[in-house]
Nanobody
Framework: VQLQASGGGLVQSGGSLRLSCAAS????????VAWFRQAPGKEREFVAA????????YYGDSVKGRFTISRDNAENMIYLEMNSLKLEDTAVYYC????????????????????WGQGTQVTVSS
């Protein structure tokens, strides 16, 4: 299984970016795919998750209403649309996948995910 994250960059506060995660190596219909982020000196933080089969979505409190996670079945792609970006959104963003679903409590834990992408840097400037 491979995950390839892309789309990061430098954006001004209030701007938008779309991150992409290309998934390959197996059929992901029973997976949960998530975005996490890690800022310097901080722990990795849950951002959003999507259940591949049902497309149900889940968000961390800090991004609700601003970020949208989606998936493209045909292309095996996961997207994170980020709007109204804030300085505190600056971080390296990682996509990750795990087989199966589970509770929301499990979705937000990094150790529940089996495969990780390499990360893409998002920097929000004032």
């Amino acid at each position: 299984v491979q995950l390839q994250a892309s789309g990061g960059g430098l954006v001004q506060s209030g701007g938008s970016l779309r991150l992409s995660c290309a998934a390959s190596g197996r059929t992901f219909g029973s997976d949960t795919v998530a975005w996490f982020r890690q800022a310097p000196g901080k722990e990795r933080e849950f951002v959003a998750a999507i259940r591949w089969g049902s497309a149900n979505t889940y968000y961390g409190d800090s991004v609700k209403g601003r970020f949208t996670i989606s998936r493209d079945n045909a292309e095996n792609m996961i997207y994170l649309e980020m709007n109204s970006l804030k300085l505190e959104d600056t971080a390296v963003y990682y996509c990750a996948t795990k087989y199966g679903y589970g509770s929301f409590y499990q979705l937000i834990q990094t150790n529940k995910y089996d495969y990780w992408g390499q990360g893409t840097q998002v920097t929000v400037s004032s």
